[in-house]
C-alpha cells in the first residue's frame, strides 16, 4: 500500500523569508499525482498545488512551489516570500492511476509564520 | 459560486442521541466523501460514494452510516452518539472523470459528544 512521510511535525518561518516542506512517499507505481493542502486555523482544506508524476517540470502557483523528485519519491513544498496568512497545516497527498484509488495524505506538518 | 457546504460547523450533544451531519455541493461533482480528523490532525476516510446510490466504506471502521439518494446531497447518520465519536468530520467531492482525482472540502463539522 502507498504511504506519504512528513518528517516535520512542526515548522516555523519569519514572514518574508522563504520555507521548505518536505514529503516523501512510497509507491510501486509509475503514473500518479500529488498534492498539497492546506488547513488553516479555520479548518477548511484547500489545493495549494498538484503535480502530475509524468510531467518532469515542477508545479508552480504564485508563491508556491514544488520540488518533484520521482526517483527519490520526494515531493517538497516551498512557500516563498512566507506571509502570516499561510500559517496553517500543511498535508502532502498521493493518487495512484486507477480510478477506483484513493487519496493518502501525510500526517501533516504544521506552519508558524512569525511576525 | 460552486461551493462544498456542511451543517452544522459545530455540534454538541449528549450519548445516545442520533444526529445527521449534513453535506451539499454545487460543484456538479459525481464523487464525495467523508473523513474523521483526529486531535492530531490526521485525516481517515470513513465513507465515500461515487455517485447516486453508490456507498462505500473507508479505510477507517466506523459506526456512522451515509447514503446518497441525490448527488449533491451525502449525509452522514450516527444512530447512537458516543464520547468517542468527538471528532472533526470533513466531507470532500471531486470529480469522477478527473484522472487526478483533486478533492474539494467543506468547512467541517466538528462534533462533541458528552
Known amino acids: 500500500a502507498q504511504t506519504v512521510t512528513q518528517s516535520q511535525p512542526e515548522m516555523s518561518v519569519q514572514e518574508a523569508e522563504t520555507v521548505t516542506l518536505s514529503c516523501t512517499y512510497d509507491t510501486s507505481e509509475s503514473d500518479y499525482y500529488l498534492f498539497w493542502y492546506k488547513q488553516p486555523p479555520s479548518r477548511q482544506m484547500i489545493l495549494v498545488i498538484r503535480q502530475e508524476a509524468y510531467k518532469q517540470q515542477n508545479a508552480t502557483e504564485n508563491r508556491f512551489s514544488v520540488n518533484f523528485q520521482k526517483a527519490a519519491k520526494s515531493f517538497s513544498l516551498k512557500i516563498s516570500d512566507s506571509q502570516l496568512g499561510d500559517a496553517a497545516m500543511y498535508f502532502c497527498a498521493y493518487k495512484g492511476q486507477g480510478g477506483s484509488e484513493k487519496l493518502v495524505f501525510g500526517k501533516g506538518t504544521k506552519l508558524t509564520v512569525n511576525p | 459560486e460552486a461551493d462544498i457546504y456542511q451543517t452544522p460547523r459545530y455540534l454538541v450533544i449528549g450519548t445516545g442521541k442520533k444526529i445527521t451531519l449534513e453535506c451539499s455541493q454545487t460543484m456538479g461533482h459525481d464523487k464525495m466523501y467523508w473523513y474523521q480528523q483526529d486531535p492530531g490532525m490526521e485525516l481517515h476516510l470513513i465513507h465515500y460514494?461515487?455517485?447516486?446510490?453508490?456507498?462505500e466504506k473507508g479505510d477507517l471502521s466506523s459506526e456512522s452510516t451515509v447514503s446518497r439518494i441525490r448527488t449533491e446531497h451525502f449525509p452522514l447518520t450516527l444512530e447512537s452518539a458516543r464520547p468517542s465519536h468527538t471528532s472533526q468530520y470533513l466531507c470532500?467531492?471531486?470529480?469522477?472523470?478527473?484522472?487526478?482525482?483533486?478533492?474539494?472540502f467543506g468547512p467541517g463539522t466538528r462534533l462533541t459528544v458528552l
Open positions: 460514494s461515487y455517485g447516486v446510490n453508490s456507498t
Open positions: 470532500a467531492s471531486s470529480e469522477l472523470w478527473d484522472s487526478t482525482d483533486t478533492q474539494y
